[in-house]
């Protein structure tokens, strides 16, 4: 049977990467917390940088700009669309020749270097990452992803026997951030023009835009005026209990409809309640974890973007049929089979915003019925990750739906 590409091990060999990628990933919750741990209040006692956007010097190394030659993110985008009788079609999306808004896209943890800190060198990973996680939104925007010396697998424990190199993990997160930071300064100076932009991140590159909202957006009204929205996936934005602000953010709140502009999604998919040692989905450990801040007041964001406005929706899962490179791709194994791009599951799943036991969570439910030739995503890094490898792509379709809907009603 074929597999999601970034949700099952296969069956050969994939038991045994399963035990090792567990068997490394079970400390990875406090390594997680020290090396990234700017969890969404920006817990860091680094100063920010001061540089203003017309002082952004223009020497950012662009994973993806319009324009650039082999750009990951400006890909064929060809689909093959199975459904539950096993019967196919064929889509053949593109992207948008004249977009009206901006996409700005920070990837997650890839990079296999060994090294405390990525270098600024583009790899396979970070090109199949931006493939995977940011091209289907060149449908809608113009597509901005910037490289940034990123916390790598090693330092986060997350490569099987490698161990972590040494380094002060403070100036480390910073290090990325600044990267993150520089390369806004920079888009804001020389191509933003006062374009709407929408900010699209998941795990650590959540993590980096959560920081940069913080210092940089909310504070700021002029800048807020720019952001059509905020997709911040798998990495805890806290909120207030109960409310839409008040945690991470004071101004951008929640997006609660697909018209509504200036807002955050900002969710982490399990398929099954999060345990109490879950990395994503609460305030207590993980990237979540509440560093100097009263953590009974708050908690972490669900917003669905299958249905901002509550209740149960229909999840668009988009997977690229190419494989991940590096460490990553060991630890996910197999891929969709198809003779295109692009593999896609209407109907499979089902999403909703649950809360319980202190957690908040996109639980995803399987829709399979008897026949139903697909395969069904699995939490194969165990109960703490839930479903973070395919956070984004099971809501891909629904995710660009939304961004083509705000761009539409997004006033400058």
Not at 49 to 60: D, K, L, R, Y
Not at 153 to 168: E, H, Q, T, Y
Not at 282 to 292: K, L, M
Request: hydrophobic share 35%; net charge neutral; glycine share 10%.
């Amino acid at each position: 049977m074929e597999r999601n590409k970034l949700s099952r091990i296969g069956d050969s060999g994939g038991r045994s990467r399963r035990r090792a990628a567990k068997a490394a990933l079970a400390g990875v919750a406090l390594s997680l917390v020290a090396a990234i741990g700017i969890s969404c209040g920006g817990s860091s006692s680094s100063k920010t940088p001061t540089a203003s956007a017309t002082e952004a010097p223009s020497n950012t190394v662009w994973l993806c700009k319009p324009g650039l030659a082999d750009n990951p993110c400006e890909v064929d985008m060809t689909t093959t669309v199975i459904s539950s009788d096993g019967s196919t079609t064929t889509e053949s999306p593109s992207p948008a020749k004249d977009p009206p808004i901006d996409c700005f896209y920070v990837y997650p943890t890839v990079s296999g270097q060994t090294t405390m800190n990525a270098d600024l060198t583009i790899d396979p990973e970070e090109k199949a990452v931006a493939t995977s996680q940011a091209s289907r939104f060149s449908q809608v925007c113009k597509v901005y992803a910037p490289m940034y010396r990123q916390l790598t697998l090693r330092a986060i424990n997350a490569v099987p026997g490698a161990g972590a190199p040494s380094g002060d993990t403070t100036a480390s997160r910073d290090t990325a951030y600044a990267d993150v930071r520089s390369a806004w300064q920079d888009y804001l100076a020389h191509y933003n023009n006062g374009r709407g932009v929408v900010l699209i991140g998941h795990s650590q590159g959540t993590m980096m835009l959560t920081r940069l909202v913080t210092a940089e957006i909310d504070p700021n009204s002029e800048a807020r005026k720019l952001l059509v929205s905020a997709l911040l996936i798998g990495g805890n934005v806290l909120v207030a209990k109960g409310q839409d602000v008040g945690g991470d953010f004071q101004n951008v709140p929640a997006c609660r409809s697909n018209d509504q502009t200036g807002c955050v999604v900002a969710y982490s998919t399990f398929m099954e309640p999060p345990p109490a040692d879950s990395l994503f989905g609460r305030t207590g450990s993980g990237p979540g974890a509440v560093i100097g801040r009263d953590a009974a007041n708050l908690e972490v964001l669900c917003a669905n973007p299958a249905s901002l406005s509550g209740g149960t929706g229909a999840l668009k899962p988009h997977n690229p049929t190419a494989p991940l490179p590096g460490a990553l791709g060991a630890l996910v194994g197999s891929i969709p089979s198809a003779s295109t791009p692009w593999v896609a599951y209407p109907g499979l799943y089902t999403g909703h915003c649950e809360s319980a036991n202190g957690a908040n969570w996109l639980q995803v439910d399987a829709t399979k019925v008897s026949g139903d030739p697909r395969p069904v995503v699995s939490q194969v890094l165990g109960p703490t990750w839930g479903l973070h490898l395919v956070d984004m792509n099971i809501a891909m379709g629904n995710m660009v739906d939304l961004v083509r809907e705000q761009a539409s009603a997004y006033k400058p």
